[in-house]
C-alpha cells in the first residue's frame, strides 16, 4: 500500500476525459494510491468533490491529466504555491507531460514505487508598472507575450536588459520565454530550443518586419523591461496563453524569475532529449 495522497486535476470538458480518469484512477486504485479529483472533474465521472484549495492542502503531487495547457492552467490556478505536478496526456506525449495515454498503468506504477524523479523549472514573474507604481504581477511557466488589442498591424517595442537598453523590436509581438517555454510559443515564432536546466530567457519576436530583429537569449537572472515605443497604439500581454491584459501607452512590463520553482514530476529514465525526438519526430537520420 502507498502512503502518497494525488490530486486529479483534468481537462473535463475534453472528449475522452472521462474514460481517461476512470482508467487512471482505477490503475491508481489497484495500487493503494488515495485519489481526491478537483470538483469540475468529479462531477463528470461523479466522484467525490474537492475545491482546489482543499486539495493543495490534502495532496502530496497533482496529476494533471490533459495536455501541456492543462498543466499550464494548474500552474496558473496555484499561483506561486509550490506543489509537485507529473503531467499525463490523453493522447501522445507532451514536453510538459510525462505519459501519453493509455499509459495509465505505467504512471500509476511509476507513482506507486517512487520511480520518478523532480525537475525544478524556472518560472517567469511578470509585473506591470504604472506612474511608478506596482499594479500587477503574475506569475508564469511558459512564456509572456506582448500583442495588440486589434488589427492585425506590428508592434514597435523598446526592451532594456538590466537597464541597459537592448533594441527597439518591430514586429507582430514580442515573446518572452523560459527555458521550459522554449518549445512552445517561442518555437513556433522561429525562437531555438534551450534545455530545461540552461538558466535562460529566450526574446523572440513574432514575425518581425526588421531583418536585423532576431532571437536573444539572457541569462534568467536579468530583469527584462519592455515599453510600448512612443506612439504605440495600445498593446496587451498575456501570460501563458491567459486572456490579454491590455496596456496603458507608458506601462512598462517587467519580466524577472519568480522566486518560486516549479516541482514537475517525470519517469527517471525519460530525459528532455527524448522527448524532443518523440515530439519532432528527430530519427537521426538525413531522410
Not at 491584459?245 to 527517471?268: E, G, H, S
Amino acid at each position: 500500500m502507498s502512503s502518497l495522497t494525488l490530486g486529479i486535476y483534468a481537462h473535463w470538458r475534453k472528449e475522452g476525459a472521462e474514460a481517461a480518469m476512470r482508467g487512471l484512477i482505477q490503475e491508481l486504485a489497484a495500487r493503494g494510491i488515495a485519489v481526491l479529483v478537483e470538483e469540475h472533474a468529479a462531477r463528470l465521472i461523479k466522484e467525490p468533490a474537492y475545491s482546489f484549495d482543499d486539495l493543495y492542502n490534502r495532496v502530496d503531487l497533482f496529476v494533471a491529466l490533459g495536455g501541456d495547457g492543462t498543466l499550464l492552467r494548474l500552474v496558473r490556478d496555484l499561483a506561486g504555491r509550490v506543489k509537485p505536478i507529473m503531467g499525463i496526456n490523453f493522447g501522445s506525449l507532451g514536453f510538459l507531460t510525462s505519459f501519453g495515454g493509455p499509459e495509465y498503468g505505467a504512471a500509476a506504477a511509476a507513482l506507486a514505487s517512487g520511480d520518478y524523479r523532480i525537475d525544478e523549472r524556472t518560472m517567469l514573474e511578470v509585473s506591470l508598472e504604472r506612474e511608478g507604481t506596482n499594479v500587477l504581477s503574475r506569475l508564469g511557466l511558459n512564456e509572456v507575450v506582448l500583442i495588440r488589442c486589434e488589427g492585425f498591424h506590428l508592434t514597435r517595442t523598446a526592451v532594456h536588459i538590466d537597464q541597459t537598453y537592448l533594441t527597439e523590436y518591430n514586429a507582430d509581438g514580442l515573446i518572452v520565454a523560459t527555458s521550459t517555454g522554449s518549445t512552445a510559443y517561442s518555437l513556433s515564432a522561429g525562437g531555438p530550443i534551450v534545455m530545461p536546466s540552461s538558466g535562460v530567457f529566450v526574446i523572440t519576436p513574432i514575425c518581425p518586419h526588421v531583418l536585423t530583429n532576431r532571437s536573444v537569449i539572457v541569462p534568467n537572472k536579468s530583469v527584462i523591461r519592455i515599453r510600448p515605443s512612443r506612439g504605440e497604439q495600445q498593446l496587451a500581454v498575456s501570460i501563458d496563453g491567459q486572456a490579454p491584459i491590455p496596456l496603458n501607452p507608458d506601462d512598462t512590463v517587467i519580466v524577472k524569475a519568480a522566486a518560486a520553482k516549479l516541482p514537475l514530476a517525470f519517469p527517471r529514465t525519460l530525459s528532455f532529449a527524448d522527448i524532443l525526438g518523440k515530439k519532432l519526430r528527430w530519427s537521426g537520420s538525413a531522410l
